[in-house]
């Protein structure tokens, strides 16, 4: 589907010179002389290179058609995460550098949006937040006020975050997983 360039917006997908590119940055500049532009900042999905880009405001770009459909993950191996489609039932599996760091925190169950472009997944989206236990953490230093001073903690999966002077271990915690920031103890 093509779009106006002053159309583009971060995270959108684009079709453009024979590969897909996902929007990081876009900033639209008016300058004093000449017409109007858009500077966009774009990452390819397939081959995790970047690409700055000028489209003036008069072109239009091809966008993406992406399909999403909800999924259950099932488990993993040395290289595949394994997903169950939940309407049909049919399972599917995405080789691990595509789900990329976000794999460390799916647990079993857990439903994720799988985006698919040309029959082929090219991302797995997780839900905003997830249920995370702590493994271990250092002990927080007295006199330290709360609002200021966070504690590095490791997670049952082995993800390294920062936390809370009162998050102790084994305590469970909601993790935003799209910054891999607390948000707050249960």
Not at 99 to 123: H, R
Request: with cysteine; glycine share 4%; proline share 3%.
């Amino acid at each position: 589907m093509k779009i106006n360039a002053g159309e583009i917006r971060v995270g959108m997908l684009l079709e453009h010179k024979n590969d897909l590119w996902q929007v990081l940055k876009t900033q639209h500049v008016k300058p004093g002389k000449g017409g109007a532009f858009a500077q966009i900042e774009m990452k390819s999905v397939r081959k995790n290179t970047k690409l700055n880009e000028r489209f003036r405001s008069s072109e239009s770009v091809e966008k993406a058609s992406v399909e999403e459909i909800s999924f259950s993950f099932l488990y993993a191996d040395e290289n595949n995460y394994y997903f169950m489609n939940l309407k049909t039932f049919e399972q599917i599996e995405i080789r691990k550098n595509i789900v990329g760091e976000k794999g460390k925190l799916l647990t079993e169950n857990l439903e994720v949006t799988v985006s698919f472009y040309n029959e082929s997944p090219i991302e797995v989206e997780l839900p905003n937040q997830v249920s995370c236990k702590i493994a271990s953490t250092d002990v927080a230093l007295k006199g330290q006020t709360v609002s200021s001073s966070y504690k590095p903690a490791i997670l049952d999966n082995g993800v390294k975050i920062q936390v809370p002077p009162f998050v102790e271990a084994n305590d469970e915690i909601i993790l935003d997983t799209r910054t891999f920031e607390y948000v707050k103890k249960i």
